[in-house]
């Protein structure tokens, strides 16, 4: 990891944990983290809190998931790591219902074209998704692929929100905390469209949900972050129509949200 991507790192890091902060986090408490990749922004905000409780790390790819559990071990050594190798398909059942918080930093775009890739390659892809590195021929041919194909990316799409929804649904999360910034690395390949695809879902997923606070927006403020590129809720706030909420983003999956 070079200098550059070791600040970015970090700084996330810090967003992550003043976040967190601001909620009270429980650092006894029990974490769900989707999709890390070769990453450690969460888990470095985790450390910054002394976070010594229960962290599952849901990562579908087998090198990045090693990766992670690794330097997490390193970051947060009073914590329990809980490596779940898998998507967030039936996967509900791996973590217990009550969960402090579910987790996710610029993962939506990710999981449109994880979906998107033929199962044969998804693992040799990802395995080589790494930060401050160069972008792969066949991750720019699949999203352009996607990107021409609306009618299967609207499908992948409702896919990925379905099983997200469902998942969110199970761990009954007291936090649920998701970063969509623009991606310097989609930028700088001309992938700026799969980055808009992965906002406007989140955008559209926190209309659904309600406003952040004031606060939570001030410290992505302060911290040079967009707060429409960021979603951060507690459950007293907003979670109790949960269910509903989901019903209604489902619903309109296929028109509105995209
Ligand atoms: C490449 S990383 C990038 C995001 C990373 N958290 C960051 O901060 O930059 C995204 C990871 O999401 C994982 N992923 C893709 N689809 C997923 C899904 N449905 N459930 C959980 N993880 C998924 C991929 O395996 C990949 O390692």
Not at 63 to 91: D, F, G
Not at 226 to 251: C, G, H, R, S, Y
Request: proline share 3%; glycine share 6%; hydrophobic share 40%.
């Amino acid at each position: 990891m070079n200098n550059e991507t070791n600040q970015w790192q970090q700084h996330i890091g810090t967003v992550w944990a003043s976040l967190l902060s601001n909620h009270s986090l429980n650092r006894l408490g029990t974490i769900v983290e989707i999709g890390p990749g070769f990453t450690d922004k969460i888990g470095r905000g985790l450390a910054k809190l002394q976070f010594r409780g229960n962290l599952y790390i849901l990562e579908p790819n087998e090198m990045a998931l090693e990766w992670v559990v690794q330097r997490y071990e390193t970051l947060l050594p009073h914590a329990t790591i809980v490596a779940v190798n898998s998507t967030t398909r039936n996967s509900c059942t791996v973590f217990p219902g009550g969960v402090e918080a579910i987790l996710m930093n610029h993962v939506l775009d990710d999981m449109i074209l994880y979906a998107g890739l033929l199962p044969a390659i998804q693992q040799s892809i990802f395995s080589q998704i790494r930060p401050g590195e160069s972008c792969l021929s066949q991750v720019k041919n699949t999203w352009q692929a996607l990107l021409e194909d609306t009618k299967y990316l609207s499908e992948i799409k409702d896919e990925v929100l379905t099983d997200l929804c469902n998942l969110i649904n199970h761990a009954d999360a007291r936090i649920l905390g998701m970063s969509q910034y623009k991606s310097w690395f989609l930028l700088q390949n001309e992938l700026e469209e799969a980055d808009l695809i992965g906002n406007r879902l989140l955008c559209d997923i926190a209309t659904h949900f309600g406003d952040m606070s004031v606060e939570d927006k001030n410290i992505l403020r302060s911290n040079g972050q967009d707060p429409q590129a960021w979603l951060f809720i507690e459950k007293e706030n907003v979670f109790e129509t949960l269910d509903n909420k989901f019903k209604v983003i489902l619903q309109t999956a296929g028109n509105k949200l995209y």
